[in-house]
């Protein structure tokens, strides 16, 4: 392919710390030759083809570390194809895709077959996620320096938690040794039984069984008291609550080294929302009081919490349209994590290079993979987008094979134009 | 009643019957009314009315259940409606239905009135969404169970005369109970105090937030009141342990003599039952005929029906 020149757009590049006017070049492979101030207008070669960005922001390709996809087992919810085009519609060009499918991603062979799917079927780049546990069961460790080997990028349960606590230490004790990246889903089963949503006065009202915000600060709490004994890569998922943001604060002072994700849901959303029992909100870590909420956003702001996440579900209708006790959980958020976030940054919330880099640079680091910045030399995994345009989020016109957005309805303020992935432009709004 | 007579030209503006949450006072004061000129027709020769002739009423309960369902049906033929009553036990529902396919598909069939009984909160709103007759609750989850606290308000009226100024005490197993919860909504809005009874293992999060005071010690919780309501143990809806033992449980929260001298010398004791006599209540109080109005609240239970499947069923009215 040809050069490609990129001109006139506000660049922001958390990672250089770049916020300033200019362009990009994209050379013949699609990897990142120059980027800032000086590529402009005046000093690219007058007689290639340049793409004007018109001003608009310019940053790295999203990497969404928490996405599920349903292939292999559920792609009548979402498969490779129709989360590429969520994705790419979002700006978002990695995930880490969820194990939690059905086979669940728990050995070898599941690695290979995913790798071969993602590479026909996705546009975005797939980072899979193996389990932590055989079938994500929570009894028997899976093979993490095999699957690591094979190119697994972490190691979650997803929708579960490792309950029994010695395994959890012997986990976190073995995994040290391939320094894979652990990366928990902080739920004790025990305690959210039955729980539905938040305990309080929305589950009292609504006749819904609570799960207290105990649930999730007590393994928390348990598992980084095991990173005093056994140093690993270690990453709470998603927080929920204002007692765990404090924990995860008071442990960061205190020099512990991990990292923690929130989901959009949490940081944008509350229990008020769930109204006369919309199942599209019925989510995991669950939808807390908007204490919580703020509580999380501070916990952005002052870096307790690293990466913000979708945690796009895909539910099909089936599983929705059933009395709140039955429908499945999760919300769709792929395509909306970046203009629902940008709420955050309207309402000044969370300043536009914290923001960015929580969904780019972050993630990346804790990855460990060479994505979510504009470095010289990276694929050029870009997204332009209009942090200005108002729309309005409607099911029908999501890419998502699923509908499940908790957003129906919701006036957003910014909307991406245009995503590029290795430097072919893989979406363009029209 | 005073008040509630003024209102009577009022008219239901609700479709469906959902949860006293939705209801306003002035529909509370016109289903209360309509109540009461049943009571009388209920304890006469001939029963019989044709206020919903040619109307077709369907009882659908996922949760066994004898008062509500032997009321709703009792109110419907003395109506006149044809009343089906599903067993779900049969029903496709135990071959893997969804609620809303067994909806769409006894709405097919044209019924005027459902009324459906279900062990989720929220059951009844999703129905509602979906078919076209008028839906009434007759209990959902731990949510609401409007008509029981409807017919709890016109048991306390017939014997008190009014609602307004009373302080009732409702005992027990709050946490699982949509008893008290539409006890709570109802009781506030005609103007009473409220005491919850009950050990903090079986109290809801924040339920000081509906209006109550809120008592572990049950003679400070009675102290005074005019109406102490009892609740069942809901032991089937429980997972893991709450309390020690339905001992322990009598001995602080049983309803004893003791504990009722408390309230006033002529406090009522009511209790939606089916009650566990010795573990909630002892049993000679449950007996009280001086005390007691535990019978009168399911003959009462009828009168409210009856007035909420004719006001609820409006088409062609």
């Known amino acids: 392919m040809k050069e490609k020149y990129l001109i006139n757009a506000r660049i922001i ?418 | 009643m005073a008040i509630i007579k003024k209102l009577k030209a009022v008219k239901i503006n609700q479709n469906h019957l959902l949860g006293i949450q939705d209801l306003s006072f002035s529909e509370v004061s016109k289903i209360l009314d309509e109540a009461k000129t049943f009571i009388k027709l209920n304890k006469s020769e001939s029963k019989k009315m044709d206020l919903l002739r040619g109307k077709t009423q369907i009882n659908l309960f996922f949760e066994p259940s004898t008062r509500t369902q032997s009321s709703f049906e009792l109110a419907g033929k003395r109506l006149g409606a044809d009343v089906l009553s599903m067993n779900i036990v049969n029903s496709a529902i135990k071959k893997g239905e969804t609620l809303i396919d067994t909806a769409m598909t006894l709405n097919a069939m044209h019924p005027d009135i459902i009324v459906i009984r279900h062990q989720d909160s929220g059951a009844p709103n999703l129905l509602a969404q979906k078919v076209n007759c008028a839906v009434i609750n007759a209990g959902d989850g731990r949510r609401e169970h409007p008509t029981q606290a409807l017919l709890d308000a016109l048991t306390i009226i017939n014997r008190r005369g009014k609602i307004q100024g009373l302080k009732i005490a409702i005992c027990g197993d709050i946490l699982h109970s949509r008893v008290a919860r539409s006890n709570i909504y109802l009781m506030n809005m005609l103007g009473a105090e409220i005491n919850v009874v009950a050990p903090k293992t079986l109290l809801p999060h924040s339920i000081e937030r509906l209006g109550v005071k809120v008592f572990t010690d049950m003679k400070k919780g009675l102290n005074n009141c005019d109406i102490v309501m009892m609740l069942r143990l809901q032991n089937e809806r429980m997972q893991g342990s709450f309390l020690p033992s339905p001992r322990e449980y009598y001995e602080y929260f049983g309803l004893t003599p003791d504990k009722l001298a408390s309230a006033k010398k002529d406090a009522l004791i009511m209790h939606p039952g089916p009650m566990n006599r010795g573990v909630e209540i002892d049993t000679n109080l449950a007996d009280d005929i001086n005390r007691s109005v535990i019978r009168e609240q399911v003959e009462l239970g009828v009168a409210v029906r009856m007035a909420c499947l004719k006001l609820f069923c409006k088409r062609g009215l």
Request: with cysteine.
């Open chain 1, 13 to 430: 590049d958390p990672k250089n710390n770049i916020d300033e006017k200019g362009g990009i070049i994209i050379d013949d492979k699609g990897f990142i030759k120059a980027v800032g101030k000086k590529v402009s207008i005046g000093n690219v070669p007058a007689n290639e083809e340049k793409i004007d960005l018109d001003g608009k922001i310019l940053i790295p390709g999203l990497v969404d570390m928490r996405v599920f996809v349903g292939e292999p087992g559920y792609e009548y919810k979402e498969n490779f194809r129709t989360l590429s085009n969520a994705a790419l519609a979002g700006g978002v060009t990695s995930v880490v895709s969820m194990p939690n499918t059905s086979p669940v991603i728990d050995n070898v062979s599941m690695v290979d077959f995913l790798k071969r799917r993602g590479r026909d079927k996705s546009r975005i780049n797939i980072f899979p996620a193996a389990s932590l546990t055989i079938n994500a069961e929570g009894k028997q460790m899976t093979e993490f320096g095999l699957l690591k080997r094979k190119g697994i990028a972490a190691f979650t349960d997803g929708v579960r938690t490792v309950q029994n606590p010695q395994l959890m230490s012997r986990i976190m004790n073995f995994a040290s040794q391939s320094q894979s990246l652990i990366m928990q889903h902080a739920e004790d089963n025990i305690l959210s039984k039955g729980g539905l949503i938040n305990d309080g006065e929305i589950s009292t009202r609504l006749g819904l069984q609570g799960i207290p915000s105990i649930a999730e600060k007590i393994i928390v709490e348990r598992d980084l008291s095991f990173l005093e004994e056994y140093f690993c890569r270690y990453h709470i998922s998603q927080v929920s609550s204002k007692k765990t943001v404090s924990i995860i604060r008071k442990a960061k002072l205190e020099g512990k080294k991990f990292t923690a994700g929130v989901s959009i849901n949490n940081l944008s959303l509350n229990e008020n929302d769930i109204g006369d029992f919309r199942t599209f909100l019925k989510l995991s870590p669950p939808l807390r009081t908007e204490s919580d909420r703020l509580s999380l956003i501070e916990g952005v702001n002052d870096g307790s919490i690293d990466v913000i996440v979708s945690d796009h579900k895909p539910e099909d209708e089936e599983s929705k349209r059933l009395t709140f006790a039955q429908a499945a959980t999760g919300a769709a958020g792929v395509e909306t994590l970046l203009p629902l976030s940008l709420e955050l940054f309207h309402n000044q919330s969370i300043k536009i290079q914290k923001l960015i880099a929580t969904m780019t640079s972050n993630p990346a680091k804790i990855l460990g993979i060479k994505k979510g910045s504009l470095d010289i030399g990276n694929e050029a995994d870009l997204c332009v987008l209009d942090i200005d345009k108002p729309w309005v989020v409607k099911q029908k016109e999501l890419k998502s094979k699923s509908k499940n957005t908790p957003i129906e309805n919701r006036k957003l303020q910014g909307q991406i134009l245009k995503t590029f992935v290795k430097g072919n432009i893989a979406f363009n709004r029209v």
